[in-house]
């Protein structure tokens, strides 16, 4: 009996040394679960160009996680395939994120997005300039200050000023909002990839995790691999 109940141990150990070492390989090439790391939509939302794997984030500019999550973005988008694309979606459930969302389009609509969205990010993070006025519940365009600081950064502030609450914004601001609500945007920033697969700390997998942020990604890259062999 114990000639064959000796080897039989060892044989266990080495099984059970075997799966801990495949569950550790697992995690670290990225092998991440839904629900616990993204959220698969319950339908997928059409993207704009099929002909590449969008991957969209959701932001406000006076979200300070999204200030800080800027430059770690901005740094993952320099070593982005040439078969994705990164696109923006400001979000809004109150009026005051509203105004800086028809900023942020106003920027992109006049083709200075690249000159002016740092520096919104800056001015209301840094400055503490809302760019808006609060009038009882709601808040409205400061015009004024809208305007000089588009001026500040070579852009027509007068402008910009007009196209704020133009007929062009107001529709961008609505196809956003119903791209949020189809995105099930539960906070900022968060990401959504492919149409299909949205990427938030608030999951379960990012419980006690320091680098929640570079972890997003890292799940995002995941996923963009996943749909890219998925269509081959």
Known sequence: MNVVVAP???????????LFSLVACAQEDGQFKAGQHYQVLPQAVPQKDDSRIEVTEMFW??????????????????????????LKIPAIWQPLMEVHARMYYVADTMG????????IFNAINNQRKMFAVKEGRNWNPDLKAIEELFNAHGA????????????????????????????????????VVAGKYRISTSLPGFKGKSNGQELM????DYLI??????RS
């Open 8 to 18: 039989l141990s060892r044989l266990f150990a080495l099984v059970f040394t075997l």
């Open 61 to 86: 500019y006076g979200c300070g996680h999204c200030y800080h999550f800027e430059p770690t973005l901005n740094r993952w988008k320099e070593k982005m395939p040439e078969d994705v694309a990164l």
């Open 112 to 119: 200075v997005l690249d000159r002016l969205h740092a520096p």
């Open 156 to 191: 027509d502030g007068a402008k910009a000023a007009k196209l704020m609450n133009s007929f062009t914004i107001n529709s961008r601001v609505k196809q956003g909002m119903a791209n949020q609500r189809a995105y099930q945007l539960s906070g900022t920033p968060e990401v």
């Open 217 to 220: 990604l890292q799940v995002a």
């Open 225 to 230: 691999a996943k749909e890219r062999a998925e």
